[in-house]
């Protein structure tokens, strides 16, 4: 199985930052890495799909990169309402999650 | 507009099997699978599987293999996700979510999830 490592784990960054997320696959998956953002108590909503492309309707300081084996979210200008969870996805073989990234608000 | 409402909290013993519903509007049913993924508290989500609501194939990871069934009512739209031999592990939040078919899988639209609790 392929398996996926975010880091880091939590993070607390001041309105305005910008913030980095990592996910690493244990082998090449291509593209195919998505992200979400989960708030408590809510359902995971879909951020970037295919490592890159924005989901309609995510805010454009969302942003993804990478291929292969290494990937990145980028928050470009950190707001209060991004306090949340955040997790990677792979699609190539299965759709398993990677463990989180908790984004904190100074 | 796309939506998937599920039933709602169910409280189970060890041992017993629960069965979770989604319901779901505003798109064609079949042309997209049905994905259930569940989320124990402080835990990230865990993918159980999928099913293609056209065929009925369906495809379960192997950790849920043999324990869970995800059936569909094309009629009234609604997958269903059948987990059975519960213990108090499987107490989480289950989910169920839509993709398209064909390589880049994404889970853009959610149910509002199922709380299911086990406990004697």
């Known amino acids: 199985d392929i398996q996926m490592t975010q880091s880091p784990s939590s993070l607390s960054a001041s309105v305005g930052d910008r913030v980095t997320i990592t996910c690493r696959a244990s082998?090449?998956?291509?593209?195919?890495l998505n992200w979400y953002q989960q708030k408590p108590g809510k359902a995971p909503k879909l951020l970037i799909y295919a490592a890159s492309s924005l989901q309609s309707g995510v805010p454009s300081r969302f942003s993804g990169s990478g291929s292969g084996t290494a990937f990145t979210l980028i928050i470009s200008g950190l707001q209060p309402e991004d306090s949340a969870s955040y997790y990677c996805?792979?699609?190539?073989?299965?759709?398993?999650f990677g463990q989180g990234t908790k984004v904190e608000i100074k | 507009q796309v939506l998937l409402v599920q039933s709602g909290a169910e409280v189970k013993k060890p041992g017993a099997s629960v069965k979770v519903s989604c319901k779901a509007s505003g798109y064609t049913f079949t042309s997209y699978d049905i994905n259930w993924v569940r989320q124990a508290t402080g835990q990230g989500p865990e993918w159980m599987g999928w099913m293609n609501p056209n065929s009925g194939d369906t495809g379960y990871t192997q950790e849920f293999q043999g324990r869970v069934t995800m059936t569909r009512d094309t009629s009234i739209t609604t997958a269903y996700m059948e987990l059975s031999s519960l213990t108090s592990e499987d107490t989480a939040v289950y989910y169920c979510?839509?993709?398209?078919?064909?390589?880049?899988?994404?889970?853009?639209?959610w149910g509002q999830g199922t709380l299911v609790s086990v406990s004697s």
């Open positions: 082998q090449s998956i291509n593209s195919y």
């Open positions: 996805q792979q699609s190539h073989t299965s759709r398993a």
């Open positions: 979510t839509r993709s398209e078919r064909g390589g880049g899988v994404h889970f853009d639209y």
